[in-house]
């Protein structure tokens, strides 16, 4: 399998409401899509995901697009792959820039999956799938109660079975505990990205009496034994998501005790080959993982949707349905969840097809490679 031909599409999709979290706030989702095109004319899409900002890791979107380019973009087009998998050792030379990677590696898998005619989740995953996936939803910062309880009750009508609220220092406990006594049954789950350090460890051991499924990320994303030691402190189990960008970050983070659950997004750990692994590792060790979201398109959501539909993968991912962020997407088949779970696409590659017409609306720059 030899690349011939590469096209770069930067984007922006108005958000439907700004999402704001503890590192800032997000009016428009800016991506690149990626479109891979074999000596066959088989193409491969892939998307690139990393936000505006070096905030959530250290990857930009400029970087991670100069980095992909620049880099390994030479090395995808002057090898010819046999599998997929093969692209993660051609990577090896490049540190770091997991996100850069990702976009091209799983462009290469959906290539691929489409090129032998089969359906990416069916064929190449390490466990049996499901056509349909339980999913989640988070919700950004929301300073009103009457306004957040009204949001989250919202998308329980809608049919979603597990919320996840984002939390930052000044905006935890009263939060969590009004959603929880409006929804006492509720799968209730909190984010911190990374907002809050050791002192607060009291303050965080509060959350223990709401019932929640998890706290997600509360300390840096360096922060293996601070993690360690604030889960001695909870009954409450804390997930892991910025630390764990390879299989040597969970490796660590299960030795450590750091964590008890784990937050899989395929970007941050460099693409799907890396994900599979760090699946597998969970699966033998008992450890909960579960799949997360970068509010992508509908290319990097189909993907998404091909891997968290694995038998093991049961707790619900953030992989909302089209509707909670855009407008419209760059796919002709929008995801509608129906009774908390959405479809898993089933044609060959990633399961869809691009929307030229949408593309074009919200185009920045088309750049061929």
Known sequence: MKIKQIDWYQLALPLKSPFKTSYGEIKEKA??????????GTQGYGELVTLATPEYTYESLVSSRLVAQQFL???LKKT???????????FKSIKGNEMAKSSLETAVWDL??????QNLGESFMIEPVHDDVAVGVSIGIIEDMAQLVHTVEGFVTE???RVKLKIKPGYDIKMVKTVREHFPDLKLMVDANSAYSLVDCELLKQLDQYQLEMVEQPFADNDFLDHAYLQQQLTTSICLDENIKSLKDVEL?????????????IPRVGGLTEALKILDYCRKHHLLVWLGGMYESGVGRALNLQFAAQTS???????????????EDIIEQPFEIDDGKLLRPT???IGIELNHDVITRHLIHHQRL
């Open 31 to 40: 991506f690149d899509l990626v479109v891979l095109t074999d000596e066959l």
């Open 73 to 75: 973009v030479p090395l």
């Open 80 to 90: 010819s792959l046999d599998h997929p998998s093969d692209v993660a050792e051609l």
């Open 112 to 117: 691929y999956a489409r090129r032998t005619n």
């Open 159 to 161: 049919g979603y079975t």
């Open 253 to 265: 983070a299960h030795h450590l005790h750091s964590c008890r659950a784990i937050n899989l997004k």
């Open 313 to 327: 993968l049961i707790f619900p991912g953030d992989l909302s349905a089209t509707d909670r962020y855009f407008y």
């Open 347 to 349: 044609a060959p590659g």
